[in-house]
């Protein structure tokens, strides 16, 4: 294999050289190395750094670089895996040029996590995470991190896709970056809860081509019921913008109250809060004492998840504004008036132009037409 050294964080390992006039998805390298996932990673190590597991599960390691900067940046005990012969091979390379103890092992992903319980186990598979949650349910011991890019059919666009691999049916609304999200955290919840056990998320988030979601896992059938009671759907009115959330796991039919058409049900998926702000606000006060090629990203990202409201939906702004014919104002000014108005508002982490608020749909209409 033709190697390059690459240096990310504090961490210095090899990568396949690529073809340079590839574009993304890095297609043919022998073993996989996308450097637009920095921030993904960046922000796990940030985490595990104040976490602490006892130790580390890197299950789909590639080139090794996520368990590598676990192990070297945050100081955890770690294993690397990759059921690829020369996916291991370069790990193996990587965990003996920086000496580091890192054990190494090349099994299929799901017999190694039936067999062991890590503390932290980490997925970050191509595509879909939905083949490998059971067995990471029942390895994992108080962490599942999980990387999804598999954003069209958690998002909507590819309904049977979405819902064979997350049994929900999401839907392709203009906030189908919180459906994905959400859909893919109620997926894993469901995996988890079977086994008594419930989940407090602790840092999620939608970013460009990929999900990603932080899991404290916690023990017990009364943990397991307290994370049940956050399924939920988004009733969704196909006939105008008005949306409502219902709680349970049989959604009511109901009519929308605005102009009569039947909703529809966006789910089963997680609602309620997907970030822990105890956990987000550590995060921002230990960000700068680590090294984060992404740090100014990673920075907006936490100030942005730590004001935005727990609603499992958005109203794009531009989307408003074209519905009622006015050039869209400044998001800023109408997330303003509806405050002094009394209600809440926010902006969302992965749209600049999304708006979060409990203001009933007119009175948002109003104020975007200028009232
Ligand atoms: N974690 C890596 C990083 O941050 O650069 C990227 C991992 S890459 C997206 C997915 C990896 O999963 C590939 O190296 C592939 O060989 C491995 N893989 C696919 N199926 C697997 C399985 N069933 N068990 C273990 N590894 C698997």
């Known amino acids: 294999m033709d190697l390059v050294e690459v240096t990310e964080g504090r961490t210095r390992f090899f990568v396949p050289r690529q073809d340079p006039g590839l574009q993304f998805p890095p297609g043919n390298a022998p073993v996989f190395y996308n450097p637009r996932m920095e921030l993904n990673r960046d922000t796990t190590v940030l985490l595990v750094t104040l976490l602490r597991p006892r130790d580390y599960l890197d299950a789909m ?3 090794g670089v996520r368990g590598l900067r676990v192990a070297g940046e945050a100081g955890i005990p770690v294993t690397i895996n990759d059921r690829s012969e020369r996916a291991a091979d370069l790990i193996r390379h990587n965990v003996e040029t920086s000496g580091l103890e890192i054990e190494v092992t090349c099994q299929d992903a799901n017999v190694l996590m039936s067999g062991r319980r890590f503390d ?4 970050d598979p191509f595509g879909t995470p939905a083949p490998f949650t059971d067995s990471a349910a029942r390895s994992a011991g108080n962490y599942l991190f999980v990387t999804a890019t598999d954003t069209a059919p958690l998002c909507g666009a590819h309904l049977p896709a979405g819902m064979r691999r997350y049994f929900s049916r999401p839907r392709n609304t203009e906030y189908h970056a919180e459906v994905g999200l959400r859909t893919l955290l109620g997926f894993v919840v469901r995996e988890v809860i079977r086994y008594d056990r419930g989940v407090e998320p602790l840092f999620c988030y ?3 081509h990929f999900h990603r979601l932080h899991l404290r896992l916690r023990s017990g059938a009364a943990a397991a019921d307290r994370t049940l009671a ?14 409502t959330e219902e709680a349970g796991i049989l959604p009511e039919p109901a009519d929308c109250p605005l102009c009569g058409a039947r909703l529809v049900a966006v789910g089963p998926l997680w609602t309620g809060r997907i970030n ?3 956990t987000l606000a550590a995060m921002q006060e230990a960000l700068p004492s680590v090294t984060a090629g992404t740090a100014p990203r990673i920075s907006r990202l936490l100030s942005t998840c730590r004001q935005e409201l727990d609603t499992s939906s958005h109203y794009d702004h531009h989307v408003l504004a074209g519905s009622l014919r006015v050039s869209p104002a400044g998001i800023e000014s109408v997330i303003e008036r509806l405050r002094s108005l009394g209600y809440s508002a926010s902006r969302a982490h992965y749209s600049g132009t999304a708006l979060k608020t409990d203001a009933p749909l007119p009175l948002l209409q109003e104020v975007i037409s200028g009232g």
């Open 61 to 63: 390691g590639a080139s």
């Open 276 to 278: 822990d702000d105890q």
């Open 230 to 243: 956050r399924i939920g759907y988004v009733m969704q009115c196909p006939g105008c913008l008005y949306r």
């Open 120 to 123: 932290a186990v980490d997925l």
């Open 206 to 208: 939608a970013h460009e």
